[in-house]
Structure formats: C-alpha cells, structure tokens
C-alpha cells in the first residue's frame, strides 16, 4: 500500500516540480535513516517523486565492501551474486528494511541503474572479473540475470526490448521539465588509460541511445532538460598534494584513479568525445539544462560549460550509505577517521583548487538530495544522516545550493 502522484499533463504549466535524488545504498555499510526522512516528505506532499541513480543494491559477498565499524548488518545471501535467484534475494533482503518500504510507499519513484546492480564497473562487453578468463561466467548471461532481476523488483515498464537493450526513457512532466533516465553501463565501452579518453570511436552511450537523445532533446519544449545520469558529467582534475601520503591514498581509492592524472575513466572523464556530443546537442536547444547524478558517494554542485559558456550545472546526490572518504582512510590506515577529519577537508580544498567549476564537495556525509525547479532557478538542498552507522539517526539540511541560467550559482 502507497501513494503516488499524477505528473501534469503534456501542455501544462507547473510552477514547480520538487524531487529526491539518490543513489549507492549499501546494505552493509550501513542503515537507511536517509530513506526515513524521504519518506516523511514524500508524505507530507513535499516531494512530487524520487529519481534514484543507480547502485541500489550491491552484489558484493558478505565482508568484502562495508563501513568503518565492520559489517553494520550482513547480505543476503552471504555470496557475490551472479545468478537469478541470487539477485531476486538480494533485493528482497533490501525489501525487508522498513525505511526503504516507506520511501517507496510515499511517493513514486523513476529509476536507472548504474554498475553494483550487476557487477562492478560493468560496461557493453564484460565487467570486473568478466574481462579475462571469465572467471564468474560469461558476461552475456550475468547481464540477462541481472536484468531480469531488475524489472522484477524495480517499480518500471519493461519495453519492448530494442536490439540494443532499451533501459533509456524519458518523461514529460507538463511545459515545465523532460526528465531523461540514461543507461551509461549497458552501452559503454570499457575503461582505457588517459591517452584514449579523447578518442573519438569511444562511447559511453552507444549509437542508439545518442539517437534517441539527439531526438528527444532537439523535439522537447520543456522549459528544463533534466538529464538523470548516474556519473559524474563535470570534469575532474585530481592532483597529487605534496608531502601528504594519506590525502593521496584517500584520492586515489575514491575517484578509482591515480593522483596527477586530469580525469577519471569511470566518469565522463573517460569518453570526452560522446561528453563533447552531448554538450553540444544541449548548447544547441533553446532551454535549460540540469544535469542530476549519483555514483560518487560524494556531494557536488558544479558548473557545466558548453566551450567558455556556463550553460548547466550539476548536483551530484552523496550515498545513502556506500563508502566515502572517511570509511576509506579508516580501512587504509587501521585508525579511526571522523567525518569532516582534516585529511578529508585536504581532499576537498585540493579538489575544489584544481577544478574551478566546483562550487561545493563534501567528501564526508552521507544522505541524499531534493532539487526544487522553477522556471527562473534550480534549487537543490543536501540531507546529510547523522552517523549512517546508527539505525536512528537523525536527518537535516546541510547546505543549499541555487543555480540560475545566465547568472550560475547565485548562492
């Protein structure tokens, strides 16, 4: 039993349309008190739906990706999950936590997925331990499993299937916005080294879904393109901070990447030439754009440039409970790190140095976010939970962010 809520009709002008975004909930790494408090707003009426990014569950065996403390509370089944039954049981093991059973229950939900409800790092061809000597099994098969899993559980249509697969769709919610829900896992190409980032044969789209976007975001009146996307589109510079061997250990595990390269090659980073596209097409369309993003279990507002022109922004949701910093440097180094330690704060500062399109990151918290849109600005709220290793923790606002076009972050 739950609500849910009409979408305005294809000619009608909302004033404004507000809305969670999420992603990357690990079971063992933590609780969902951030799905606690999306759900009190999603009743109150605040919220008109949720876009989740992907990463909704997490196909690790019990122990091998958790919190700082250890295993908050184990998977189900206690295995990597590879075959049907597998994945059928892991989300029903993610269906018993009350907090997601209420998100649900109070307001619609429009999804995509990204890599850990598969494998991770998956792309059109394989997956980590799917690339050399198949040592999980073919690739093919794990994906169909996977997928199927997906459609059974998760609250969307099941298309007729096109030969390339068809997850991608997008939805009109009157004059006001296009919400586009991208799939950048099943058609990408696999991670290469920097010197190919720029090649031009590289997609993480694939032919058929450029085409579907090409038309839809060259037909769509929408006031707003919003784009769900489930990685980073902003790029990203990373740089090695001198004398400091546990800031660069901590940039290293977190962006999957070296220091003292310029991208990273699980992001757009990694396929400038199809990001280079896709500006394009957005530069091109008279309207705005907002790109809406998980993945990185982090926070982000960023300022997106179509060549010297700021023409979008960006707000990257942090995770309901995966990893972040200080998860990381407690396992890397045996000590106990705080969130907002002093290390982490490094980490930002040279982030935020080395990219000047970033307006705000925050390597610490843990929660979600809600963008509320009108025609004149995007505002966009971040929820950080208490101690995600506490079931009852608390959930508030930690900062604000608005962006307008034409003038950019105006706070």
């Known amino acids: 039993m739950g609500r849910t809520k009409t979408a305005p009709s294809f000619n009608a002008t909302p004033e404004s349309l507000t809305f969670a975004v999420a992603s990357c909930a690990n079971w063992e790494a933590g609780f969902f008190a951030a799905y606690r408090d999306m759900a009190e707003r999603g009743q109150s009426g605040e919220l008109d739906f949720v876009a989740f990014l992907g990463d909704y ?171 769900g996307n489930s990685v980073m589109i902003a790029p990203m510079r990373i740089l090695t901070i001198p004398g400091n061997d546990e800031a660069n250990e901590a940039l290293r595990n977190a962006k999957g990447t070296t220091t003292g390269f310029a991208m990273n090659a699980d992001q757009w980073d990694g396929f400038t030439a199809d990001r280079d596209r896709l500006l394009k097409l957005l530069a091109e369309r008279e309207g705005n754009s907002f790109f809406i993003t998980g993945d990185i279990h982090s926070e982000w507002a960023n300022s997106i440039f179509y060549g010297d022109k700021e023409g979008a922004c960006e707000m990257v949701t942090t995770s309901i409970s995966a990893p972040n910093v200080d998860e990381i440097l407690t396992e890397y180094t045996g000590i106990y790190h705080p969130e907002d330690n002093s290390t982490s704060q490094l980490v930002e500062s040279a982030i935020r140095d080395a990219n000047p399109w970033v307006k705000h990151v925050d390597y610490h918290a843990h929660g979600y976010a809600v963008a509320r849109l009108n025609a004149e600005d995007v505002e966009m709220r971040y929820y950080r939970v208490s101690d995600v290793e506490d079931p009852a923790a608390s959930v508030s606002l930690g900062l604000s962010k608005t962006w307008a076009p034409g003038q950019g972050f105006t706070s």
């Open 57 to 227: 569950i997490y196909e690790y065996g019990t122990g091998e990706y958790h919190g700082k403390s250890g295993v908050a509370r184990p998977h189900y089944p206690s295995w990597e999950i590879v075959t049907l039954e597998d994945y059928r049981m892991r989300y029903g093991r993610y269906r018993t936590d009350a907090n997601l059973q209420a998100a649900h229950a109070s307001a619609p939900w429009v999804v995509t997925w990204d890599d850990h409800e598969s494998a991770n790092d998956a792309f059109n061809a394989g997956a980590q331990n799917h690339t050399d000597g198949f040592a999980e099994g073919q690739w093919d098969w794990r994906y169909n499993q996977a997928l199927q899993a997906y459609y059974e559980w998760m609250p969307l249509r099941r298309p007729k299937l096109s030969e390339e697969g068809h997850l991608y769709r997008s939805l009109r919610f009157g004059t006001l916005m296009e919400l586009t829900m991208m799939d950048l896992r099943s058609y990408r190409d696999a991670e290469t080294t920097a010197a190919n980032y720029a090649n031009p044969e590289r997609t993480m789209l694939g032919s058929e879904q450029y085409a579907w976007l090409q038309d839809t975001i060259s037909l769509s009146e929408a006031t707003w393109m919003v784009m």
